[in-house]
C-alpha cells in the first residue's frame, strides 16, 4: 500500500461496462458482491490519498459499482461524525479484526434486509479498510473486501436474488434518487443503524480493554 496525491480512480471519469460484467452479476450474486467490494473499498482508499496496490484487476465501472459509491460515500457523508466515534471507540488489531467485522455485520442485519443496510455494510468496510490503512496494517485491507464479500455471498444472496438481484439495488437507487422522501426515509434507517453498530463497536472496545 503507497500514498499518492489522489487516485486515477477518483480523478478520472470512469469508463462504464456494458453488457459482460452486468450480465455475469445478473448471473452470479456472489460474483457481484466481490467485484462491487473491491471497487468500493479501492474507491475509498483513493478518495483518502492512498492507492490499494493488491487491488484485484477489476472490469470497467458498472452502473451497480457506480450507484454503491455515490450511496456509500452519502451514506458516511451524512454520518461522518458516527463514523469518526466508531473510528476511535473500535481497537482494532489483526486477531480481533474478523469477530468484530461479523458480529457487526450481524447487528446490522437484525431483522430484516433492505437495500439501505446493504449500502451500510459496504460503507463500512470501506471506513474499516481506511482505518486499518491508517493504523499501519494495510495487510487487512484484502481480508476485509473478501469478508464483505463473503457476508453478502453467505447472508444476502438469497434476499438479492428475490429482490431484483443488482439490477433491484440500481431500481433502488433510482428511486431514492427520484424521490426525495424516500431518500431521508432510507438515510434515517441508516442513522439508527450507525447507532446500534457505535454502541456494538464501543462495547467491544471495552470488552478488548479489560481482556
Known amino acids: 500500500m503507497c500514498l499518492s496525491a489522489r487516485s486515477a480512480m477518483v480523478d478520472q471519469e470512469p469508463r462504464i461496462s456494458k453488457e459482460p460484467f452486468a450480465f455475469l452479476c445478473r448471473r452470479s450474486v456472489s460474483l457481484g458482491a466481490h467485484v462491487i467490494s473491491c471497487d468500493y473499498i479501492g474507491y475509498r482508499l483513493a478518495q483518502a490519498g492512498f492507492i490499494w496496490d493488491d487491488c484485484p484487476v477489476l472490469p470497467d465501472v458498472s452502473k451497480i459499482a457506480l450507484c454503491m459509491r455515490t450511496m456509500g460515500e452519502l451514506f458516511e457523508q451524512q454520518y461522518k461524525s458516527s463514523f469518526d466515534e466508531m473510528s476511535c471507540s473500535i481497537r482494532i488489531c ?15 442485519f437484525k431483522g430484516e434486509v ?25 495487510e487487512m485491507v484484502s481480508s476485509i473486501a473478501d469478508w ?64
Open 94 to 108: 489483526r486477531s480481533t479484526a474478523y469477530p468484530k467485522f461479523l458480529a457487526i455485520c450481524q447487528e446490522l
Open 114 to 138: 433492505r437495500w439501505g443496510r446493504l449500502v451500510a455494510l459496504y460503507s463500512f468496510g470501506g471506513c474499516l479498510a481506511l482505518e486499518c490503512v491508517e493504523k499501519g496494517m494495510p
Open 148 to 211: 464483505v464479500a463473503m457476508f453478502t455471498e453467505e447472508q444476502l444472496s438469497s434476499w438479492i436474488s428475490e429482490n431484483g438481484g443488482w439490477d433491484g439495488f440500481i431500481d433502488f437507487y433510482d428511486k431514492r434518487t427520484d424521490d426525495s422522501k424516500d431518500s431521508a426515509s432510507w438515510l434515517s434507517t441508516g442513522m439508527l443503524i450507525a447507532c446500534g453498530v457505535l454502541c456494538l463497536m464501543t462495547i467491544g472496545a471495552a470488552f478488548v480493554v479489560k481482556t
